[in-house]
């Protein structure tokens, strides 16, 4: 991986949740490249190790752990295991979430003829499961709030910790048919702001980075059909920001280490920083 910048993260401890994706793997293996000891974690544990052994391949120091962002225990055992193979945590990136089915419309909009095929042929907002719903939101919002609970307190008790969580460009402008989702991350950018205020007097630093559109595992069948064409779906996209591309995971780099950086941003807090190629300035016009 190159970087755009080095930084100094020599004798700091980060804890990436959602460790074993896209975007945040390669935000553990940015701050293992800048002398940070990498927690990574996830769901998933073979996720979690395979990101570590890969750090450690380079020349970095990382463990993986199991960890379900959704169960205090889980995360209070991830922790006690971070400390005893660590010391303590000087950086939290929240990176777990994501969006449900259940909480995705079929269509952009509703029309008349769509009432008779509710439920049946078409899921329309009428037919979202709040199961559904209730999953994508505390999978972002309590899958945020849980871990700066469990990892925050010592860094208060400390005078120092930068956390990062991650948000979305739908919390700026909703995309159509991921009601859910969209909230959920609306969620994340209000609670950044929140919990910046309320650690500012412990020496706390939280901000947020909202990435724009990037090709992850998650999103990638939305993107693309089978044969690798574009859907419709990313034509919207691509005609909607400036630049004209998806971004690169690396491009994520910059803003990241920028963030966690105390001697370049120290005075930085409660931000929402977008990285999305324009996508919000745009007016469509």
Same mark, same amino acid.
């Given at each position: 991986?190159?970087?755009?910048?080095?930084?100094?993260?020599? @004798?700091?401890?980060?804890?990436?949740?959602?460790?074993?994706?896209?975007?945040?793997?390669? $935000?553990?293996?940015?701050?293992? =490249?800048?002398?940070?000891?990498?927690?990574?974690?996830?769901?998933?544990?073979?996720?979690?190790?395979?990101?570590?052994? &890969?750090?450690?391949?380079?020349?970095?120091?990382?463990?993986?752990?199991?960890?379900?962002?959704?169960?205090?225990?889980?995360?209070?055992?991830?922790?006690?295991?971070?400390?005893?193979?660590?010391?303590?945590?000087?950086?939290?990136?929240? %990176?777990?979430?994501?969006?449900?089915?259940? %909480?995705?419309?079929?269509?952009?909009?509703?029309?008349?003829?769509?009432?008779?095929?509710?439920?049946?042929?078409?899921?329309?907002?009428?037919?979202?499961?709040?199961?559904?719903?209730?999953?994508?939101?505390?999978?972002?919002?309590?899958?945020? +709030?849980?871990?700066?609970?469990?990892?925050?307190?010592?860094?208060? &008790?400390?005078?120092? %910790?930068?956390?990062?969580?991650?948000?979305?460009?739908?919390?700026?402008?909703?995309?159509?048919?991921?009601?859910?989702?969209?909230?959920?991350?609306?969620?994340?950018?209000? $609670? /950044? =702001?929140? +919990?910046?205020?309320?650690?500012?007097?412990?020496?706390?630093?939280?901000?947020?980075?909202?990435?724009? $559109? $990037?090709? /992850?595992?998650?999103?990638?069948?939305?993107?693309?059909?089978?044969?690798?064409?574009?859907?419709?779906?990313?034509?919207?996209?691509?005609?909607?920001?400036?630049?004209?591309?998806?971004?690169?995971?690396? &491009?994520?780099?910059?803003?990241?280490?920028? +963030?966690?950086?105390?001697?370049?941003? @120290?005075?930085?807090?409660? /931000?929402?920083?977008?990285?999305? %190629?324009?996508?919000?300035?745009?007016?469509?016009?």
């Amino acid at each position: 991986m190159k970087l755009p910048f080095k930084i100094d993260l020599s @004798g700091k401890v980060a804890v990436v949740t959602g460790g074993g994706g896209v975007l945040c793997s390669m $935000f553990a293996k940015a701050l293992a =490249q800048n002398g940070a000891k990498v927690a990574v974690l996830d769901l998933r544990l073979d996720a979690a190790k395979k990101v570590a052994k &890969e750090i450690v391949e380079a020349g970095g120091i990382a463990e993986g752990y199991e960890c379900n962002v959704l169960k205090p225990d889980s995360v209070k055992g991830a922790r006690e295991a971070i400390l005893a193979d660590f010391g303590r945590a000087d950086i939290l990136i929240n %990176g777990a979430g994501g969006n449900n089915p259940k %909480g995705t419309t079929d269509k952009e909009y509703l029309e008349k003829e769509d009432l008779e095929k509710a439920g049946s042929e078409l899921k329309t907002f009428f037919d979202l499961d709040p199961e559904g719903v209730e999953f994508v939101f505390n999978l972002n919002f309590l899958g945020t +709030l849980i871990p700066t609970q469990v990892f925050a307190r010592d860094m208060a &008790e400390r005078g120092i %910790g930068n956390i990062i969580n991650v948000s979305s460009m739908n919390a700026f402008c909703p995309l159509t048919k991921i009601p859910a989702y969209s909230g959920a991350k609306a969620a994340i950018s209000n $609670f /950044t =702001q929140w +919990l910046a205020v309320h650690f500012s007097r412990v020496g706390v630093r939280v901000n947020a980075i909202a990435p724009g $559109f $990037f090709v /992850t595992d998650q999103n990638r069948a939305l993107l693309f059909k089978d044969d690798g064409s574009a859907t419709p779906r990313t034509e919207k996209i691509l005609a909607a920001t400036p630049m004209g591309r998806f971004g690169e995971a690396e &491009e994520l780099i910059g803003t990241l280490l920028w +963030l966690v950086c105390d001697e370049a941003s @120290g005075f930085v807090d409660g /931000t929402v920083i977008p990285v999305d %190629g324009g996508f919000n300035a745009y007016s469509g016009v």
